[in-house]
């Protein structure tokens, strides 16, 4: 296992980040599948745990809870908020008011008193950066948080809340966790550079691009990955990007098997090859899964197989754009840019 400095915190941690999304009914993954994975990965070197209060309504919290009794001062634990937790309206977001209040909730149901790193799930345009970074800073000097940081943030806002932090001389975001695979590249043009400017940490999720990069999906092949069961849509070969994607990984996975890799070995090594990423998250279901991920832990691509990478999807290419979480609703609605 690989460790990198968390941004300019100082903490170090594993190339690899333990993802607990699919704990709980929406991996339908047990209590006890989910230690056996913690355990494993604890074991392997990851020290990294990342989770989410709307994970399965908040069971993924609990079962990583759980999980880590008697471990704690081992990991480095995240979580996250500001996604509907239910249908009272103030029930999400990013305000003083429900940060403060879900902050509770999630140490609750983790059984811990503190996190090491709270994000913002994603960014809450019905609230200012000042009311947000407050909160947080407030949170942070009571020993509640750590560190605080952005998930899929548009680079854009990550350059208002640093501005807003220094402007109001609150704490400020030391990670941005987005959305970045050999597929979906787009990250690469804007948010990237502007986290190396900062000098944030970087936690990459969905880095096997929601199982198109896990060697299950293939050409011929009926699709049968767990997303394909509720999120039919991305996988329709019918539908032109996907057409895209599916035509990337048969060239793809040539490029793995002339560089004796797995597709998983070479997806990972791909996104931890980028000098701003720091850690990749990923969230396997089974330990089969969790040891045909760790198996790209030392994974070093060579020039020559990242050169064919960029020769199959080109630097700052989605070849789904349309699934990016942060592009401006202006874009996606038009009475937003006609009002």
Known sequence: ????????????VSSLALGAMNFGKLGRTTQDEATAIVDAALDAGINVIDTADMYSGGESEEMVGKAI????????????????MGDERNHQGSSRRWLVTELDNSLRRLGVDHVDLYQIHRWDPST???????????LQRAGKIRYFGSSTFPAYRIVQAKWAARENHLSRYVTEQPSYS???????THVLP??????????VWSPLASGWLSGAIREGQEITTSRSTFMPQRFDTAIPSNRARLDAVEQLA???????????QLALGFVTAHPAVTSAII?????????SQLAAADTVLSAD???AIDAIVAPGVDLAAHEKYDTPQALLDAAQRRR
Request: hydrophobic share 40%.
């Open 254 to 264: 040539k490029v793995a098997d002339e560089a004796d890799l797995t597709m998983i």
């Open 182 to 188: 050999i597929l979906q590249r787009g990250i690469e």
């Open 1 to 12: 296992m690989q460790y990198r400095t968390l941004g300019r915190t100082g903490v170090q």
């Open 128 to 138: 200012s950066d000042e009311e947000t970074l407050s909160a947080l800073t407030d």
């Open 194 to 203: 502007v986290t190396e400017q900062y000098g944030l940490g970087v936690l």
């Open 283 to 291: 969230g396997p279901r089974t330990l089969g899964h969790l040891h």
């Open 69 to 84: 009794v008697g471990r704690r001062d081992d990991i480095v634990l995240a979580t996250k908020a500001s996604m509907p």
């Open 305 to 307: 197989v990242l050169d």
